[in-house]
């Protein structure tokens, strides 16, 4: 071990609480601090550059599968501290003082605080310190609930996304008032209803996102190839978008050689996209808007924490966009290590106890047709990019990860592994009652429409659907309407005791029971 890794490691082992002393080399964020005041709180990847982790990481894989996983543990270990420490202003958390004309108030970088404290809103975002304050519950289905690095977070752990409006008190407050012309029109009227036209969106694990993440990008790179296809040979022809099974409409090369992209359950309302990009699966948020857990964490780190990771800035705009004073809040090799823990989080698991009816049942019901049991890859490595280019998976690849070292089976007729998730990563339009009120003009996605959840899991991770309003698996059956009315009828239709079958197979579905343990102190 280098002399930088030994530092680093002792910083690590600060973190964790372990009594060693490290005298660090100074924090990426260059501030001032106050006699007796903290600094900034991540200081153990202080130094730590992308070259040198992706030399690090190389030259390991070079010696071997053990070396190389022991190099790589290292660097998921640091990741687990950038996901577990609670940020403070030496390291840019909010969103710096407010200046009227730096921008919207809804956006990230220019956001108001609540009462002015300076740095929280909590309703839209700056509402927390750390990744692990919404991501902490393995399994809520024991008593007292199983709790640890990466898992679900409870109702109130909630992000509550760009509203402009919440009527909590139900317009019986003279302060609000109806002003048509907005889309949604809410009705600011006392009926029950606190109209709100955000988001309210329950946080989910990390656990499998390696696995999500590969399967999306063999996706990705399906449709760019069919696409490619189409737009070198004749007019005149459509093809189907379709890859693992999953259709995701149609495109057609017109006769005069433009295309046409019909798509279905993919694709974002944004008139700048290319054909190549509006093609690009996007597995991960619960509106599936997101193509990788990197691209994922880079959201969230700017809206929960008001962190701007260094990859997300304009190199043509000002350093410090949001003007806190803090430059680097987070730098790219931050930004990778996370990614590695992320990516290597363990898949949830099927236990023992399955039920072979219930199982039978969900595929007879037609749950299987949104909810795919099992996704197998063409190959069980993942690759990992920097920068990332969404519609070319294999853009700027840095390291390839064997997924079937971190829970994946290997697929037993071919190379790949099976990712058995229960999703085929596409939206469907759901039951009336889950549209949401989100503002028209700032939505890239449909309100009425929603990623298929992935169910590997859902025994441990109630509260369930996109904002946790079902508190049982049973009800969030009975609430998924829309393209999924038919199951649904035919859940109701079934006997008590072929419904209680199906509840039990699915509650077999269990998320990993210690996470990440290997990597924790």
Known sequence: MSLRRWNLALAGLVVLGVGLVFDGSPATAQVSVDPGDDGPA??????????????DLLAAQAQGPTAFRTELD?????????????FNEKDGLGDGP??????????????PTLQGNGLFL????????????CHNIVSHAERPPHLGIGGVGGVVANAIIMPSLIDVADSSDNRVSFVSGHDPNLPLQQDGTADFNGRFSNPPFLFGGGGVELVAKEMTRDLETILANLKAGPNGVTVDLDTKGVHFGTATKQTDGTVQLNLQGIGLDNSTLTDEEQVVVRPFGRKGDRFSMRDFDTGAMEFHFGLQPVEDIDPNGPADPDNDGVLNELTVAEMTVLDLFSVTNPPP?????????????FTTIGCSDCHTPTMVTDSPYLALSYPEVPEDPDAH????????????AQDPNGPGVLVPMYSDLKRHKLSAALYEDFETSRA??????????????????????HDGRATSIYQAILLHGGEAKF??????????????DLIDFLKSLRTPAHPNEDITP
């Not at 991540?42 to 030399?55: K, N």
């Not at 909590?122 to 304050?133: I, K, P």
């Not at 890239?444 to 659907?465: E, H, M, S």
């Open 42 to 55: 991540l200081t153990v990847t202080d130094g730590l550059t992308q070259s040198q982790v992706v030399q």
């Open 74 to 86: 290292f660097y998921r270990s640091l990741g687990l501290l950038v996901f577990t420490t609670p």
């Open 98 to 111: 407010f200046i009227s004309s730096e921008g919207p108030p809804l956006a990230l970088g220019s956001r």
């Open 122 to 133: 909590r309703v839209n975002g700056l509402d927390s310190q750390s990744c692990n304050e």
């Open 349 to 361: 698991v099927v236990a023992s106890s399955s039920n072979a009816n219930g199982q039978a049942i």
């Open 397 to 408: 690849n840095y390291l390839s990860i064997d997924l079937r070292n971190f829970g994946y």
């Open 444 to 465: 890239q996605v449909d309100n009425q429409k929603f990623i298929t959840a992935r169910l590997w899991g859902i025994a441990d991770t109630g509260p369930y659907l």
């Open 487 to 500: 199951p649904e009828k035919k859940f109701e239709a079934l006997s008590d005791s072929d419904k209680q």
